[in-house]
């Protein structure tokens, strides 16, 4: 305890173990992210927690974020990591999505990849410029991967709001991008 009679950092985490949560299955990059962060987090933390991942796979990361908004501990002892487009989902229309991203406290993230999109080379998408005004139909895991998530904030900004630039088809994706870690804000 701190002299003032608070309990400090230190007292707040000793002995106890802070979950980071995965979005996606075991075994995958964002799961391999949690578990590197996991193996030197606790240290830097004071009272050094013990630091447990566990694995919550469901639309992408969805389901745990808005379980996360809904019902997980506001003390900090929980972390979730999930598909970067989750946050965007709410913002850009999403109806799945039962959380406020403003309300989560954004901490970090584990990676810093460069997005690209390549067209191939028969198709009529070459530049950036044909893009503004042709069709370029691309691949995604759902409605809050990163393609279709770059063609929602793409529509809605000028000058592409008029033009139909991205169309998302499912396919699979290995890439898993940066790998947004978030906490409930108080």
Same mark, same amino acid.
């Given at each position: 305890? &701190? ?10 985490? %000793? ?8 979005? $996606? ?7 391999? &992210?949690? #578990? ?7 240290? &830097? ?7 447990? *991942?566990?694995? /919550? ?10 379980? $996360? ?18 946050? $965007?989902?709410?913002? $850009? ?21 460069? /997005?690209?999109?390549?067209?191939? &080379? ?8 044909? *893009? ?25 900004? /000028?000058?592409? %709001? ?7 088809? %499912? ?11 978030? %906490?409930? /804000? #108080?």
């Amino acid at each position: 305890m &701190h002299r003032s009679g608070a309990q400090t950092v230190a007292d707040f985490y %000793r002995g106890k173990s802070l979950t980071i949560t995965v979005g $996606l299955s075991a075994g995958g990059g964002y799961d391999l &992210h949690a #578990r590197v962060l996991a193996k030197y987090f606790g240290r &830097h933390i004071p009272g050094a927690p013990a630091i447990v *991942v566990k694995n /919550s796979p469901g639309a992408g990361g969805l389901a745990l974020v808005n379980a $996360l908004a809904a019902t997980v501990s506001r003390d900090g002892t929980e972390l979730a990591t999930f598909d970067r487009g989750i946050a $965007l989902d709410p913002l $850009l229309g999403g109806s799945q999505a039962r959380f406020d991203p403003l309300k989560l406290g954004w901490i970090g993230s584990t990676d810093n990849d460069a /997005s690209t999109c390549l067209s191939w &080379h028969t198709a009529a998408v070459k530049t950036m410029d044909d *893009v503004l005004r042709r069709e370029l139909i691309v691949g995604g895991t759902g409605a809050t991967a990163g393609y279709a998530t770059t063609r929602s904030t793409f529509s809605c900004s /000028s000058p592409c %709001r008029r033009a139909p630039i991205i169309r998302r088809c %499912r396919s699979r994706s290995t890439s898993p991008g940066p790998t947004p870690i978030a %906490r409930r /804000s #108080r």
